[in-house]
């Protein structure tokens, strides 16, 4: 059985080569950057793992992700077995898919207003209360993320060359959360269960806290505690942790 990853990034799939090849799994990789879909064909047999990037658009493949949903859809129409399939893509690519279905789940999120374009942003971030952040409604590592004390600073910040332009023109205004400690906590979950959790130094941090450069890994494959930002919390229970496996699960 072939594993045909599909992705956008060349720098992120030599780890996992590595992986397949000590592991004896035959796999071939699928760059969804440029190529061609003949629709009257039918896939190869295999399974499919979608590894998808929501910030693609910042390494300019800007049409990945309609590649990308152009691809599944001709999968999922053959029965192919696909991981991360076309949910997981418009999850991926939507902050605010991500939290309209965490909230009809019950789990606390944020205040959130959405806005499209630059016009009303101003007038909507008004609605907040101060400090608030912004960020950008598709995309990860910390894209268009800042924090703004007062309206006057933000006012003055969207009518100059500063301001960043999201992608698919939608701008977050969210309320500031100040982290306990100066610390976030991390769930990593895989296949429905709980795998470990990490911290996070948001006060040195600050928004750009995506660990998968910094975090080292042990014999076993899991996280040890790194010289950076992040490091490993044993032993770390919450509540919370059940929200997250059963929000998985429904979805």
């Known amino acids: 059985m072939t594993v045909y990853a599909l992705h956008e990034n060349p720098e992120w799939f030599p ?14 990789e699928w760059l969804l950057i440029a190529g ?17 990037s929501g910030s693609s658009h910042t390494r300019d493949h800007v049409h990945a992700k309609d590649y ?16 991360n399939g076309r949910w997981v893509v418009e999850m991926e690519v939507s902050k605010v898919r991500q939290l309209t279905a965490l909230k009809a789940f019950d789990i606390d999120v944020p205040r959130t207003v959405a806005v499209i374009g630059k016009d009303d942003l101003v007038s909507a971030a008004a609605s907040l209360p101060t400090p608030f952040i912004t960020k950008h409604n598709q995309g990860g590592t910390g894209l268009g993320v800042r924090r703004f004390d007062d309206l006057d600073s933000f006012r003055e910040y ?17 309320e500031y959360v100040q982290p306990k400690d100066g610390f976030i906590t991390r769930v990593e979950t895989v296949g429905y269960e709980y ?6 130094d948001a006060a ?6 995506c660990p998968a450069d910094a975090c080292e890994l042990d014999g076993n494959g899991r996280p040890i505690e790194a ?16 929200q997250f496996l059963g929000f998985a699960r429904k979805h």
């Open 68 to 83: 990308t949903r152009a691809v599944l859809d001709w999968l999922q129409a053959h029965g192919r077995r696909v991981v």
């Open 204 to 209: 040195r941090g600050g928004f750009q806290l």
């Open 15 to 28: 780890p996992f080569a590595a992986a397949f090849d000590e592991a004896g799994v035959d796999y071939e």
């Open 195 to 200: 795998v470990y959790a990490i911290s996070a």
């Open 36 to 52: 061609t879909v003949d629709l009257d064909s039918a896939p190869p047999d295999g399974v499919f793992w979608n590894r998808l």
């Open 227 to 242: 010289a950076s930002l992040f490091a490993l919390r044993e032993g770390f229970q919450h509540p919370v942790i059940d």
């Open 158 to 174: 969207v009518t100059t060359d500063e301001f960043e332009e999201p992608v698919d023109g939608i701008t977050l205004l969210q």
